[in-house]
């Protein structure tokens, strides 16, 4: 299989370690609203479905409501990179391709995303950036992707969708592109075939080498 030359990437999971930073603070806000703190592995379970989904995992969908929301987003605007890193040799991976062949794709609101991008020094790296709320939906539905190959001006034949969650997989493969399950990430295939399997981080480069290496 020819390697593809447009790379979509999730964010969360998936080129960055943020499940410490989303911990911190749901519990957080847990603590405004006298609830038991969470541990880091029951928030591991939770992430991959944007903000609102995390919030109705951590605290009930029967308790939820749009202010818990709006608090939250508060609060881990606070601390986007506090602890969150990039997985080992992701920006190897990154600086080995053209930004104009990259977008990352995530369902995590726009801002905080293009923030958390922009206080790693990633930003470079990416010509699309498509957050939870830029269009009317989000992964798992394919829009998200199609939007990210009109803005790159891709062939679908000549991409891949990479993340670490069934929600990737299943937008990836709606859009008709090639998708790369990342396990080393916070989420699971859902039992979803990919096209390419990184065990690790440092997997993706080299099934993903690119021209600038």
């Not at 989420?187 to 080299?206: F, I, M, P």
Request: aromatic residues 8%; glycine residues 10%; contains cysteine.
């Amino acid at each position: 299989m020819t390697p593809p030359k447009y790379l979509l990437f999730d964010l969360d999971g998936t080129l960055v370690d943020s499940v410490t930073d989303l911990a911190d603070a749901l519990n957080l806000l847990g603590q405004e609203q006298n609830r038991p703190a969470l541990s880091v592995s029951q928030v591991r379970e939770m992430v991959g479905d944007g903000a609102v989904k995390l919030i109705k995992r951590a605290f009930g969908e029967e308790n939820y409501h749009r202010q818990q929301l709006l608090r939250f987003l508060e609060i881990y605007g606070e601390r986007l990179t506090r602890t969150t890193r990039c997985y080992p040799g992701i920006e190897k991976l990154l600086a080995s391709h053209p930004p104009e062949r990259m977008a990352v794709v995530s369902n995590k609101p726009y801002q905080l995303s293009a923030d958390l991008l922009a206080g790693l020094g990633l930003s470079k790296y990416f010509k699309v950036l498509i957050g939870g709320d830029s269009y009317a939906e989000k992964k798992p539905h394919p829009l998200p992707v199609h939007k990210a190959l009109e803005q790159l001006g891709a062939d679908p034949r000549q991409a891949v969708m990479i993340g670490d969650h069934h929600t990737d997989l299943h937008s990836g493969q709606a859009a008709g592109i090639a998708t790369c399950f990342c396990a080393y990430g916070l989420g699971n295939t859902g039992g979803l075939q990919a096209d390419y399997l990184a065990k690790t981080s440092e997997d993706l480069l080299r099934l993903f080498p690119g021209s600038l290496a």
